[in-house]
């Protein structure tokens, strides 16, 4: 999947090093998690509620993990 690969990036560009890495594992596995059980819970299909879902972990985690937001 496509987005599996650019979504998770772009929510995690302002980071850097194994910090960003870090972040966008955890963005992708939250994504992956959230799409599968709404798609079981909905009986919708797979793929779509997983770009969905990705996408909605990606903004509240680029929202949440704003570089120098988390040390202050």
């Known amino acids: ?3 599996s690969l650019i979504i998770p ?3 995690t560009q302002r980071h850097r090093g194994a910090r960003r890495h870090a972040f966008a594992y955890g963005i992708g596995a939250a ?3 959230l799409g599968l ?3 079981a819970l909905l009986d919708a299909p ?3 509620v997983i770009v969905w879902a990705l996408a909605g972990c ?3 985690g680029a929202a949440a993990l704003r570089p120098g937001t988390a040390d202050t």
């Open 31 to 33: 994504g992956y998690a």
């Open 58 to 60: 990606a903004i509240a």
């Open 37 to 39: 059980a709404l798609s």
């Open 46 to 48: 797979s793929g779509a």
């Open 1 to 3: 999947m496509f987005s």
């Open 9 to 11: 990036a772009l929510a």
